[in-house]
């Protein structure tokens, strides 16, 4: 995450830098999130651009970095509203609470790639994070597709999956191996659920932490 605290005129450009798009000082509030960075070279000078995405994907561009200051913007609010479908999620888990913490972190996933989200759950979390349980929501190949063809609906699907993607954790976190849906009363739980207009749908993460002491 990156936010611009600049109140000049700085433009997210498209990708080969030949037209502008947006004007960050009008985004005070948003946070962007990096994709890629990108070496942009024009008369034997080059520059490293960052492709950035607004917190509700949809703005985007290309920016220099020198412009970003990295960090989730402390002028914007911290979503952690929720759809339907993660309601679902979150129903199969009885005596979690929903929190707004995890659930913010959980907010920001589609936009972080590989380690990328280990490193933002460590650093959003700090000593907490070694009590995080963390799994997909990503059922098999039948799975998938007999929810995205109509014949499961999502809630059995979720029963179906959450404890097969457990068991996909068993060679790293025995716990969740052995886990059941009431193995988690008390804890706190954020979920990420792919919209069923996407191409990941059926797909998702979980997050759950332990009470507050």
Request: glycine letters at 8%.
């Given at each position: ?6 109140k000049?005129?700085?433009y997210?450009?498209?990708k080969?830098?030949t037209?502008k ?43 220099w ?7 989730i913007?402390p002028l914007?609010?911290q979503?952690s ?31 972080l ?14 000593t907490?994070?070694?009590n995080?349980?963390s799994?997909?929501?990503?059922g ?6 007999q929810?995205?063809n109509?014949n499961?609906?999502y ?5 179906q999956?959450?404890?097969?993607s457990?068991?996909q954790?068993k060679p790293l976190?025995p716990?969740?191996s ?13 979920v ?19 009470a507050?002491?």
């Open positions: 995450p990156f936010y611009y605290a600049g000049s005129s700085v997210l450009w498209s080969y830098h037209t798009l947006y004007n960050l000082k009008n985004y005070p509030k948003t946070t962007w999130y990096l994709s890629k960075s990108v070496q942009m070279k024009h008369n034997g000078k080059s520059a490293i651009y960052y492709a950035v995405t607004s917190g509700n994907g949809k703005t985007k561009g290309y920016v970095r020198g412009y970003l200051t990295k960090g913007n914007g609010s979503k509203t929720t759809t339907s479908l993660e309601k679902q999620v979150i129903s199969l888990f009885p005596g979690a609470i929903q929190d707004s913490q995890l659930q913010s972190i959980a907010n920001k996933i589609p936009y790639v590989g380690d990328e989200q280990s490193d933002y759950y460590k650093e959003q979390l700090g907490q994070y070694t995080l349980k799994f997909l929501l990503a098999n190949t039948t799975m998938i597709n929810l995205r109509g499961l609906a809630k059995n699907y979720l029963k999956s959450i404890p097969y457990w068991q954790r976190d716990f969740l052995t886990a059941t849906f009431n193995s988690f009363n008390g804890w706190r739980i954020g990420y659920a792919y919209p069923k207009s996407s191409n990941a749908y059926g797909n998702g993460v979980v997050l759950l932490l332990p507050n002491n």
